[in-house]
């Protein structure tokens, strides 16, 4: 059975950091890990994804040069250094895996973890 389980959620001040993992168990994933957030009432919406082969990175514009995504092979995990947090950061963080269509799709990821809170206060 397929798990991706995240941790490393929390409240944080405004300009604070946090670093989310993703653990992955029951198979390698040999493809694309992507994170996404969903907000309070709103929609899920891409962060970051990283290619597990090459290490080629893609990111939402609103997290480009405080958020970097990094992944490690020998532990089969991915992670979110997310730097200088804003409010609007705020949201339940999910790991996905192994795509089928495009990266920020949330649509295209078969598998998800549960998520992980991050809540940044003004």
């Known amino acids: 059975q397929v798990q991706l389980v995240e941790s490393g959620g929390g409240l944080v001040q405004t300009g604070g950091s946090l670093r989310l993992s993703c653990a992955a168990s029951?198979?390698?994933?040999?493809?694309?890990m992507g994170w996404f957030r969903q907000a309070s009432g709103k929609d899920r919406e891409f962060v970051a994804a990283?290619?597990?082969?090459?290490?080629?990175?893609y990111y939402e514009d609103s997290v480009k040069g405080r958020f970097t995504i990094s992944r490690d092979n020998a532990k089969n995990a991915v992670y979110l250094q997310m730097n200088s947090l804003k409010p609007e950061d705020t949201a339940v963080y999910y790991c996905?895996?192994?795509?089928?269509?495009?990266?920020?799709?949330?649509?295209?990821?078969?598998?998800w973890g549960q998520g992980t809170q991050v809540t940044v206060s003004s």
């Open positions: 996905a895996a192994d795509p089928r269509g495009p990266v920020s799709d949330y649509e295209s990821y078969d598998y």
């Open positions: 029951g198979r390698t994933f040999s493809t694309i």
């Open positions: 990283i290619n597990w082969g090459d290490s080629l990175t």
